[in-house]
């Protein structure tokens, strides 16, 4: 999908729209939209990290003469409610406070409903920018109620969107006509929304009765939900009395910067962040898509907390840089002992240029990380003079021209009569045969460490070889990059140990797509596991997926070694393909893989393919929100703006350690081979291809 139009208006500024666990039963599913550790963040891990540092349970609680309500104090104890806390909202005579407390099934719920009476994490003192993800400085916003400061309400837990109305901006006006009542439901509570409007070119503030209107929509949706989110919405949802011109200081200086926008927010590390697009390709703007971008905010602050905790080793590859293609080599850090770490870590964003999304590239594409073999030894050809490639030249027959629209034949124009034009004329050509470039045998160190053949070839111009031709043949790790917009991925790849973990330089080549900027860091960390991968042993890939994708699989026979600890099935899966197809497949369709271990089934399937809002559903997983395409749309084991998540299973229950074991693998649409259809329709879209490395991998 193409970057979306600007929505522009003459109001002084230009506005935009802008793993898995295994059992010894006889079969095993693995569906992959299942929270698993290699997001680098589970659900429950994202719960606690963003309730860590809320408020301070007390344990002596239950010691302590209740404070007002007993009830409520009861109720916000039980919750790990802090006397302050509890004493203050329990005694208040504000009955939202109580409504609060009792009517709360968590912490996190508590805490966003009381809002403004917990103390938080403290105001960054700056220095203060107003481009993106610069550090936001106090946000003075003129409300109904009174000036409402930022630093004085700061927690550093929640996140503020600021929306913005002007007289004929048909992109807000058509927000409102979607569901007030979904949008909050969709919502997370831990976030403030501000509705501003922007004088006209008159000078005029014309907008203010679209706010009033808004205020009036709010307070109807307000009554048809429970109390608890009524009292929650009623602290959050602000209304300026008057224009954003008019309230000046950080807030306009960030609208100006960005060049206009129809909403932006403060995240809840501070930072100013861009709002994505609040639609879905062909349809009409959403409230509820605020909601999708919140949850995204809370899914980075969760990570960052969590990578925070780590003790990681930071190894960089490459920081801020042009991102097409890089090959980068490295090795453990002096005083690294590998054997202390049981976890690695890719670490990899792709930024826009001036963080603004419509510096990002339009389309979503896949990315790849690969393990490259070292080339063995200098290269001693470097300046060894050598025959370089000639290319073939085709023999061309001469063909006379003709002088104008006479029948008299020409090569020139000096050859017709009353200077005429000599037309047609083809000179001809003598063929020359090509010549291939000279080469040399060279050797480079494959993954497993021993010396392979391959060659060194003459440079264009013959004044020497180029280095060992040494291919990059295990995939890393593999993302979909975003439509039109920015993101981060912190992608656990533990298995890459067994070759990462040797001593001795390395090479990664990063086939970063689209991606214009790429920071690519290795995190090492130990999670307490007690484990560490030893070796792997390489399966299956895939193919064009079609009536003979099955043909090619042949058993294999593994031998795992007696003394191994645990052993893990390991596989990196995504269908592509689209639109030519009746079945969609395989980016919309269910496919399944089957894998066999000594007579148990191991089966990943996707349930997510081809619903409206299944990578939606996965913004906690990673999924980037609000892309300028259509990002919400379920797919075959990937999403754009996210990491294909790999399939990890521990089948170690399955196999027979000290024997030869025997795996088979397979893959199925609803139940048997997929057999191809035409869709029988006119589309640029392409047949059915699954894109798989497999491996097991061994633990000690």
């Not at 860091?521 to 070796?535: A, T, Y």
């Amino acid at each position: 999908m193409g970057w979306q139009a600007r929505l522009s208006i003459l109001v002084g500024l230009s506005l935009a729209a802008c793993g898995e666990t295994a059992t010894t039963a006889s079969s095993v599913t693995i569906t992959s939209d299942s929270a698993t550790a290699d997001s680098g963040l589970d659900a429950a891990a994202a719960d606690a990290a963003t309730d860590a540092g809320d408020i301070t349970a007390d344990t002596s609680s239950d010691s302590v003469e209740p404070i007002g309500d007993p009830a409520c104090w009861s109720a916000c104890t039980k919750l790990g409610g802090s006397v302050a806390v509890c004493g203050q909202a329990c005694a208040s005579n504000d009955s939202c406070d109580q409504v609060c407390v009792t009517t709360a099934t968590t912490l996190g719920e508590m805490r966003d409903c009381l809002g403004n009476g917990l103390t938080g994490k403290a105001f960054l003192p700056g220095p203060y920018g107003s481009d993106w993800r610069s550090t936001a400085g106090d946000v003075m916003f003129t409300t109904e109620e009174g000036d409402w400061s930022l630093q004085d309400h700061w927690t550093g837990r929640d996140n503020y969107v600021f929306l913005f109305e002007a007289a004929g901006f048909t992109y807000a006006d058509q927000l409102w006509k979607s569901s007030v009542k979904t949008w909050l439901k969709g919502t997370p509570g831990n976030v403030h929304f501000f509705f501003a409007t922007l004088l006209d070119k008159t000078g005029s503030n014309s907008a203010q009765v679209r706010v009033d209107a808004i205020h009036t929509a709010v307070d109807k949706a307000l009554q048809t939900l429970d109390e608890r989110s009524k009292c929650l919405w009623q602290r959050r949802i602000h209304y300026g009395s008057v224009s954003a011109n008019e309230m000046g200081g950080p807030l306009l200086d960030a609208l100006k910067a960005s060049g206009g926008q129809a909403a932006m927010g403060i995240d809840q590390l501070q930072n100013w962040r861009q709002v994505g697009l609040l639609q879905t390709v062909g349809g009409a703007p959403e409230l509820k898509m605020l909601g999708y971008q919140v949850r995204g905010w809370n899914f980075e602050a969760a990570r960052e907390a969590q990578l925070a905790a780590q003790k990681a080793v930071i190894i960089p590859l490459h920081s801020w840089l042009n991102g097409s293609h890089f090959t980068a080599d490295f090795e453990l850090p002096a005083g690294v002992d590998i054997s202390q770490y049981d976890t690695l870590q890719f670490d990899v964003a792709g930024w826009c240029k001036d963080h603004k999304d419509e510096n990002c590239s339009e389309w979503d594409s896949t990315a790849f990380a690969r393990l490259c073999e070292m080339p063995l030894g200098p290269n001693a050809d470097a300046a060894t003079k050598c025959q370089q490639q000639v290319g073939e030249v085709v023999e061309v027959k001469e063909v006379l021209g003709l002088c104008g629209d006479t029948t008299a034949t020409c090569k020139l124009d000096a050859e017709c009569a009353d200077g005429g034009a000599c037309k047609g004329f083809v000179a001809a050509v003598a063929p020359v045969k090509g010549i291939a470039a000279d080469t040399k045998v060279c050797q480079c160190s494959d993954v497993d460490g021993k010396p392979v053949d391959h060659k060194r070839t003459c440079k264009g111009d013959g004044s020497g070889y180029g280095d060992c031709e040494c291919p990059c043949p295990v995939e890393l790790g593999r993302w979909i990059t975003p439509y039109h917009r920015e993101g981060r991925w912190v992608s656990d790849a533990t298995p890459a140990l067994t070759w990462l973990g040797k001593p001795g330089k390395h090479r990664i080549s990063f086939d970063a797509s689209n991606l214009p900027m790429v920071d690519f860091f290795v995190r090492l960390s130990n999670q307490g596991s007690g484990l560490r991968p030893v070796q792997s042993v390489e399966l299956f890939h895939g193919g064009g997926f079609n009536q003979d994708y099955n043909k090619k699989y042949k058993p294999l026979t593994v031998n795992v070694p007696a003394d191994v600890k645990k052993v893990e099935l390991y596989a990196i899966i995504s269908g592509h393909g689209w639109g030519a197809e009746a079945a969609n497949c395989a980016e919309f369709c269910n496919h399944t893989h089957h894998f066999g271990i000594n007579g148990t089934d191991f089966v990943k399937e996707h349930p997510l393919a081809g619903t409206a809002w299944g990578c939606a559903d996965q913004i906690e997983l990673g999924a980037l929100p609000d892309q300028f395409g259509t990002w919400q749309l379920g797919r075959g084991g990937w999403c754009p703006g996210m990491d294909v998540k790999p399939m990890r299973v521990d089948v170690t229950a399955a196999v027979q350690p000290g024997k030869d074991n025997t795996l088979t693998y397979k893959a199925l649409f609803n139940g048997a081979e997929y057999q191809p259809a035409s869709s029988g329709q006119q589309t640029n879209g392409f047949g059915a291809v699954i894109e798989m490395s497999s491996w097991l991998v061994f633990y000690k």
